[in-house]
């Protein structure tokens, strides 16, 4: 697995300078925009959503069919995949932690705790995004799986839309339940964010397992 | 004891069908799969590799460990430098030998650590040829390996697949569209069309008792019972037989040439049969 995990670390790795002209381009705006928040959720997010673009590179020069010429099995193919999605995560994380070290540095109106804040709430979205995203792209391809997802994001929030508009007509009061999460112990709240990340992203891989066993190239 | 043993293997598509295929490739030598374009040889090399399913069948093969593929237009991404991928390999296969890889490397002229998507369509080949060899596999597939080689770097191509040859247990199953390539190091040629196997022969077999002969319309009469399949040409017929001793001593003063591959299939595939 180690191989495959290299795989698409020398490809990004050979990508680095595009890497950081876009990544120099959000500390330019940031900058301009005197808005420092902005920085310490977008970078973190960029870094997670570079796994998306290792599915476009092994669709360069047909790799995914050689790929699964190569001895391995097809569920460690997924969770290499997965690992890298890991490593990404982490590696957001890190980075997040010392932007918002750093930026309270540059403007003293803001703190460690709400910048990092602000960069794990984008790496906790992030990961809802790419553990859609990465069964979509193993059934359908890049191309077509960001239609696919595009026009899965739309009927979801469409149908949350729905949803909440019928708790609204009724006498089920939303707010409530939320207040009471605030009495919850922040530790269990932080624990349980980071379990239920776990979980998605598991019950994503094997989604992505079962598609990619019977895929043909 | 076969590398690869098929047995009525079936795929079907839409349009198109591998039907009931039956296939051996023995340990110490080298098949040669023709076809004309859509026969069915990428279909066949994909299921033996797991790239696409078989709907029936049975493939028996030695461990993927021990196989080393070209792929017809499928490499790592090309994104990456010639030195990636020894650094990839190294983890993928157990034996990879780096030393290998760089000499073979050097014997194609690929020094220089630039991108794969920097390489021309024949570089690019070698550099392919060379990552199959690298890690001592015990049997090559290969899907027209020499297709955009010029002629010198396809003999020394060649020359490789030979010396890989000289150890008994070693095997290859190589498509090619350059018949003569496969003349010069197949054992066997096994055409397939229409994803049937049409023939399946040695060329020892081949050699030593097809012909092609050349001839009238009334020479054509006498021998049309003899005939495998034969073209009616604007002066003359040519026929394929493959019989040619006995039809030598029927008839001394005819001419029978050597069946070479591309006649041979031209003749099997597009031939009249009376």
């Known amino acids: 697995m180690k191989g495959l995990i290299l795989k698409d670390l020398l490809t990004l790795k050979n990508q680095m300078r595009n890497i950081m002209i876009i990544i120099i381009g959000f500390i330019i705006l940031s900058i301009m925009m005197e808005n420092y928040f902005y920085i310490s959720f977008i970078i973190p997010f960029y870094i997670v959503m570079l796994v998306i673009s290792t599915f476009s590179y092994d669709e360069l020069n047909n790799a995914n069919t050689y790929i699964v010429a190569l001895p391995y099995n097809r569920k460690t193919i997924v969770k290499a995949r997965y690992y890298l999605s890991l490593m990404s995560i982490i590696t957001a994380l890190l980075i997040g932690a010392i932007l918002s070290f750093v930026t309270p540095l540059l403007n003293p109106d803001m703190d460690f705790m709400s910048t990092f804040a602000s960069c794990v709430a984008a790496v906790i979205g992030v990961i809802f995004v790419i553990s859609l995203l990465m069964p979509c792209f193993y059934k359908?391809?890049?191309?077509?799986?960001?239609?696919?997802?595009?026009?899965?994001?739309m009927a979801v929030s469409s149908l949350i839309g729905v949803i909440l508009s019928l708790f609204e007509n009724s006498n089920l009061k939303i707010a409530e339940f939320f207040s009471t999460l605030e009495n919850i112990n922040y530790?269990?709240?932080v624990v349980g964010a980071i379990l239920i990340i776990l979980l998605i992203l598991y019950i994503s891989?094997?989604?992505?397992?079962k598609i990619f066993k019977n895929k043909e190239f | 004891m076969n590398s690869i043993s098929v047995e009525n293997l079936s795929k079907k598509y839409k349009h198109f069908k591998l039907d009931n295929l039956n296939l051996n490739v023995p340990a110490g030598s080298v098949i040669g799969l023709v076809g004309a374009n859509g026969a069915g040889k990428t279909t066949l090399i994909k299921l033996l590799l797991g790239i696409i399913k078989k709907d029936s069948g049975a493939i028996n093969?030695?461990?993927?460990?021990?196989?080393?593929?070209?792929?017809?237009d499928a490499f790592l991404p090309d994104l990456l430098k010639?030195?990636?991928?020894?650094?990839?390999?190294?983890?993928?296969?157990?034996?990879?030998?780096?030393?290998?890889?760089?000499?073979?490397?050097?014997?194609?002229?690929?020094?220089n650590n630039v991108t794969i998507k920097s390489l021309s369509k024949g570089m690019k080949k070698k550099l392919e040829i060379a990552t199959s060899l690298a890690h001592n596999p015990k049997l090559l597939i290969l899907d027209e390996p020499t297709s955009g080689?010029?002629?010198?770097v396809r003999g020394e191509v060649l020359d490789i697949f030979?010396?890989?040859?000289?150890?008994?247990?070693?095997?290859?199953?190589?498509?090619?569209?350059?018949?003569?390539?496969?003349?010069?190091?197949?054992?066997?040629?096994?055409?397939?069309?229409?994803?049937?196997?049409?023939?399946?022969?040695?060329?020892?077999d081949i050699t030593d008792n097809y012909g092609i002969i050349h001839c009238t319309k009334e020479m054509f009469d006498k021998l049309k019972d003899k005939a495998i399949n034969y073209r009616k040409n604007k002066y003359d017929y040519e026929v394929l037989v493959d019989n040619k001793k006995e039809i030598k001593k029927e008839y001394k003063d005819l001419n029978i040439d050597k069946a070479n591959i591309d006649e041979m299939m031209y003749l099997l595939l597009r031939g009249e049969k009376e």
């Open chain 1, 187 to 189: 530790i269990i709240l």
């Open chain 2, 82 to 111: 010639i030195n990636d991928i020894n650094k990839i390999m190294k983890n993928i296969y157990k034996n990879w030998n780096e030393e290998l890889f760089k000499e073979y490397l050097r014997k194609f002229n690929l020094t």
């Open chain 1, 205 to 209: 891989y094997l989604f992505s397992c």
């Open chain 1, 140 to 153: 359908f391809g890049v191309q077509k799986g960001r239609v696919i997802l595009f026009i899965a994001i």
């Open chain 2, 61 to 72: 093969m030695i461990d993927k460990e021990e196989i080393g593929i070209v792929l017809d």
């Open chain 2, 149 to 152: 080689l010029d002629p010198i």
């Open chain 2, 162 to 204: 030979r010396e890989f040859m000289e150890n008994d247990e070693h095997s290859i199953l190589i498509s090619s569209h350059i018949t003569s390539d496969l003349e010069n190091i197949a054992d066997y040629i096994v055409l397939i069309d229409n994803g049937k196997i049409i023939l399946n022969k040695s060329i020892m």
